[in-house]
């Protein structure tokens, strides 16, 4: 990781690159689940008003992305994208700790995710970070592995 990297939030002017960036980082999925990943179909028109949205740049490019939402006690993690040509390289992680500052910031108890189950290499990710397994819900279109990670 360099050291030029800085998150920032975003602006509402910003809608398409989000859009965008979030387009480009699930499209390895689509062949491996059942249907688009929600964060594809996202309407990020409302999703930016409504959510906070932390921006992560290398330098100035616009290289990541996480966007949460506080659900009562907990800070639920809606999407985190990275930019394909940037992945692999800890900007995942970086925004996931982020975000559980986020939560320790507000003395929310802990962060929260969703996942689908075919996702295997990031349940794993998650798994290493701290998340432990909640429930599973099954969907017409797939399963879904809820996560949660007490803020310490």
Not at 22 to 47: E, F, G, H, S
Not at 96 to 118: C, D, G, P
Request: charged share 30%; net charge negative.
């Amino acid at each position: 990781m360099t050291d030029s990297l800085s998150i920032r939030l975003a602006s509402p002017a910003q809608v398409e690159q989000i859009r965008d960036l979030t387009l480009r980082a699930y499209a390895k999925w689509v062949p491996i689940t059942p249907r688009k990943p929600r964060p594809m179909t996202a309407d990020y028109d409302v999703a930016v008003r409504e959510n906070r949205f932390d921006c992560l740049y290398e330098d100035d490019q616009f290289v990541g992305l996480i966007e949460t939402v506080q659900q009562g006690d907990e800070l639920m993690i809606v999407n985190v994208a990275i930019d394909p040509d940037h992945q692999g390289r800890g900007f995942g992680t970086r925004l996931m700790k982020h975000a559980e500052e986020i939560a320790r910031v507000a003395s929310l108890r802990a962060t929260r995710l969703y996942t689908n189950k075919l996702m295997t290499e990031n349940i794993v990710l998650y798994e290493r970070l701290g998340y432990r397994f909640e429930k599973e819900t099954h969907h017409d279109l797939g399963t879904v592995v809820h996560m949660v990670r007490p803020v310490s």
